[in-house]
């Protein structure tokens, strides 16, 4: 039969079908519906819907609020934290509550800053024997280190003041001190800026040592340099103590360089890091004989640097615990770049001690 159709105008949507009765068609039945009514219905079906779905994002929020807060607290503890050692604080540590992979990662930050802070602290030891960069490789590579005893070519010098026994019974135990530490601070620098190690304080003489801990091929070239910039920088300042009414120190230098043998050398309860040979037996005579100013270099050393630096040679002598008279010069001078640089390095040396108010 017919199909059934659906009429929709203002206000009622029509329904039509036809009745059929043995193919034939005997009536219709007809359905009126309010659209209104329709649309009530629909209306408190969205109505429910959006309650329903209210209800269960409220529900969700209400689990998953604590969930998330658990879960971001210790990230931005961490993250807290990693701001902390950025900005140097090695001391700061996460509280340590939860024993989840949260808790381990928290733990690993907490060991990674106690490692940091062992490191600078170590790093600050280190800086008060050797230069920021020497000790930077000592930390970054501890192995190259050996902490036996090895042979190693190194270059060594003595700074040895003149007549400082003499001039200490002039002054107060205080001014002694303080006039020491101040030449010596100085002298240190020095050495740093030439990557060179301050072995030892013996009295009223410092030790260097270049090549050690960590090996430098150029070791006699930043050797020589750095006893000529302490000639330098001594005469410099030297000047302004006589023009303050000040009383001058004067220093007599020695350099030697060779194979010696260096590492860990004394005690279970007492050691030292230093350097044993006749490069430092050398060293240390040289600096006897040299007057107040004077740099008195072996023949081997002038043989190794004579293009770049001006030497007079003396008369051969003997040297306490060598049989054979030893052939020495006077270093004068130094030409070319390396006296550029040794200048560069004197004037920045003293205008930083000047600015810090511990120059001598």
């Known amino acids: 039969g017919p199909p059934p159709w659906v009429a929709e105008s203002e206000g009622t949507i029509t329904f039509v079908s036809p ?5 034939t068609t005997v009536g219709y039945a007809v359905v009126l519906f ?13 109505t429910s819907v959006v309650l329903v779905a209210g209800i269960a994002i409220i529900i969700v929020s ?19 934290g990693t701001k902390e050692i950025a900005l140097g604080n090695f001391d700061y540590r996460i509280p340590d509550k939860s024993n989840d992979e949260m808790g381990d990662l928290v733990r690993s930050f907490n060991k990674m800053a106690s490692e940091l802070k062992e490191k600078e602290l170590h790093k600050g030891i280190f ?3 050797v230069s920021p960069q020497v000790a930077d490789e000592i930390l970054k590579e501890p192995e190259r280190i050996r902490l036996g005893g090895e042979r190693r070519e190194v270059t060594v010098f003595f700074a040895d003041i003149r007549d400082f026994t003499a001039l200490s019974r002039k002054m107060l135990p205080e001014e002694t001190v303080e006039i020491l530490n101040r030449y010596f601070t100085l002298i240190t620098e020095i050495i740093f800026r030439f990557n060179g190690t301050v072995d030892k304080f013996i009295g009223d003489a410092v030790m260097g040592v270049f090549g050690s801990p960590i090996r430098n091929e150029t070791h006699l070239e930043h050797g020589v340099k750095a006893a000529a910039a302490i000639k330098k920088a001594l005469e410099v300042v030297n000047r302004s103590r006589r023009s303050k009414g000040l009383v001058p120190l004067q220093m007599g230098l020695g350099v030697d360089s060779g194979e010696v043998i260096v590492g860990n050398m004394g005690s279970k309860s007492r050691m030292e890091f230093t350097a044993v040979g006749d490069s430092v037996n050398i060293a240390s005579r040289l600096a006897d004989l040299a007057r107040g100013g004077e740099i008195i270099i072996s023949e081997s050393v002038y043989g190794s640097i004579k293009d ?26 130094l030409r070319g770049r390396w006296k550029e640089e040794v200048e560069e390095i004197v004037s920045s040396a003293v205008t930083q001690l000047e600015n810090e108010g511990f120059v001598p």
């Open 19 to 23: 009745i059929v009765f043995k193919q």
């Open 34 to 46: 309010s659209d209104d009514f329709i649309k009530e219905r629909v209306q408190k079906a969205v």
């Open 62 to 80: 209400l689990i998953s609020v604590p969930m998330a807060s658990g879960l971001l607290r210790p990230i931005f503890r961490l993250f807290k």
């Open 127 to 129: 800086s008060r024997y």
């Open 308 to 333: 770049n630096v001006i030497a007079e040679p003396m008369h051969a002598m003997v040297i306490k615990g060598f049989e054979h008279p030893l052939t020495l010069y006077s270093l004068v001078d």
